[in-house]
């Protein structure tokens, strides 16, 4: 195929040598990002260490920064419990109304849904939402962020009746705040697009995709993960469409583009090299499929070392 070469040159480098890894806008982590750890210790082996780790609002925001660097990585295995650490400190010391409690309880929700926890993905969101609606005025933005979240556990469980209306509203809303030429903008572009690929409404599905993936390119470049994610959406769209050359032109520019940007490590580089396995398959391009699988191999097994 056209970029097969260049990927097995590519796919040589990311055997033996890890890429710098540029962390892709994650919801809801900018509270906790306000905070700085102490010392490079991980906040879990100073809990370990320490059974009576001061129960303070400085204490619970080092719990959430850790666990936001999880996520970043994401890693929602260990970010888990120190949400539901920080949580209950939020919830002792400002109470279950308070900003930052809503915050937590929102983005443990996401991970939850990461997590495949969808009943308690949900429960944790629909209470986010409707302490941050209560208090809109302050917490508008992250208001919308949670309502997002909440579509993406929709989008995520098929219920695509319940995610549109909410990706809409978050469309408009984001539109009106940052413009249409923000990332968040694109993100929703990009989400709202997925609603009706899975409704099967590709004419309405491709054009959100491609100004997403415009506007995270004038923003962000091309050697970004946000801009190779869009791509692998259009990937699947072609995809779907039975369009098969031109949904592994952009799977493979997505790819290359994990290979440069991601640590060898990353889940996104291995589901992408997945998703291009199943495609030259499709395609009965098995001598490419099973020279793209060495290299997946390799790279779970490297994982499963660590």
Known sequence: MIYLQSLAVLLSVAVISSHPYVSPHMPNTQLAKTVALDDDKPVTKRLEAHPDFDLTLENADKLKLQASQYIDNRDYVRAEPLLKQSLQFYKQLQGEESRRYAITLDQLGYVYIWLGKHTQAEKCLLQAN????????ESRDLYFDSENNLAGLYLKTGDLERAKPLLIEVLE??????????????????????VYLRCGKFELAEPLFRQALSINRRRLGENNQ?????????????????EDIVAELFQIR???????????????????LERYVTLLKKMQLDEQAAQVLATLKMIREEKASK
Do not use: C, W
């Open 173 to 194: 809303a984001r539109k009106r705040k940052v413009g249409v030429e923000h990332i968040d903008y694109a993100g929703s572009l990009n989400n709202l697009g997925l």
């Open 130 to 137: 409707r302490i941050l609606k209560t208090n809109m005025g």
């Open 226 to 242: 946000i801009y190779a994610d869009t791509l692998e959406k259009l990937a699947e769209l072609f995809d779907v469409k039975g």
């Open 254 to 272: 997505a790819v290359s583009i994990y290979i440069k940007v991601l640590p060898k490590t990353h889940p996104a580089l291995a589901q992408g």
